[in-house]
């Protein structure tokens, strides 16, 4: 947060400009009325700004603190009071949702209404280049300040917005991680029930139904190596690795194999088998598609 001792170091602002300031203060008491007035014609003029003045109770209240505060431009008392007054004016200018473009409009009319009035109140050159300069410094440091509520409102919500996303990213970060790990979980339990398969299909084997025994086997141990196959996967997954596409179009593939092993057990119609070995082939062509894609990709 600011000070005023930092506004003025930054602006440069002397005791000499204070004092300058002050010994225009009767000049400024005497024309406040009158400003404020051309102040609010401006601005009834613009309908952004013209549909806040609506109320005449509220035109004429505004109009006496913009009175008040073209006096307390050139008191000659810049302090911490004075840093608040201007804090709350602008807080009033973002509570009321007043666009900060035409606040910098308004502070730029008013630059030129008091520097055309300096210019009219002092013949001598010296005294009004003086003067002038010590005002522009008092009007940047007062649209200084009111700019900063606007700033500090976006930065409000923008830091509002940012800890909700973030929270909401590490929630379903975590929330995705427990899927994941529930799902290996899943997958080592299945693992063991094919185990348990394959042991029962090897006692087939041994009962003397050799060529059955021996095509369950082989189709139970391709479902093993698809189990480990998508397990790696999803291990690689919660360590932060890449999701690989061809792992799932193996496990597709695999279950195809063991499926027309199965048919052929089962003596299936002949288009039953072509059927799945036609699909087995479509899936081989498009592994290989995307296999060459994803290399491709890596050596670019």
């Known amino acids: 947060m600011v000070t005023i001792d930092d506004l003025k ?16 203060l009767p000049q400024a008491e005497a024309n406040k009325v009158k400003l404020a007035d051309e102040l609010y ?22 109009k ?10 050139f008191s000659g008392k810049y302090d911490n ?17 007043l666009n900060a473009h035409f606040v910098n409009c308004a502070m ?13 109140s002092y013949p001598d050159v010296e005294m009004r280049r003086r003067l002038i300069d010590a005002t522009d410094k008092i009007l940047d440091a007062n649209l200084d300040v009111m700019s900063a509520s606007y700033l500090e ?70 479902i093993l190596w698809m189990m480990i196959e998508l397990m790696g996967n999803e291990i690689k997954n919660l360590k932060g690795g890449r999701f690989n596409i061809l792992v799932f179009i193996g496990v597709i593939m695999v279950a195809l194999i063991r499926e027309i092993l199965i048919s052929t057990l089962r003596h299936d119609a002949l288009e ?7 699909t087995l082939l479509i899936l081989g062509i498009v592994y290989f598609l995307v296999a060459k894609s994803q290399r491709d990709g890596l050596t670019r």
């Open 153 to 222: 409102e976006e930065l409000k919500k923008e830091f509002v917005s940012h800890r909700l996303e973030s929270k909401l990213i590490r929630a379903t970060e975590r929330f995705t991680y427990g899927l994941n790990l529930i799902l290996v979980m899943a997958l080592a339990g299945v693992s063991i029930s094919v185990v348990a398969l394959f042991v029962w299909d090897l006692f087939h084997i041994f009962r003397g139904d050799i060529e059955k025994g021996i095509l369950s086997a082989l189709g139970t141990l391709l």
């Open 108 to 120: 730029n009319f008013v630059r030129q209404l008091v520097t055309k009035l300096i210019r009219d």
């Open 272 to 278: 039953t088998q072509l059927f799945l070995a036609g």
């Open 81 to 97: 009071h004075y840093l608040r007054k201007l804090e709350k004016i602008g807080l009033a200018h973002v509570r009321i949702g």
């Open 64 to 73: 006496k603190s913009h009175q008040t505060w073209f006096t307390d431009l």
């Open 41 to 62: 014609d401006y601005l009834l003029g613009i309908p952004e700004t013209a549909a806040f003045l609506q109320d005449d109770v509220v035109l004429q209240r505004l």
């Open 9 to 24: 170091r930054h602006y440069l602002f002397s005791d000499e400009d204070a004092e300058l300031l002050a010994s225009f």
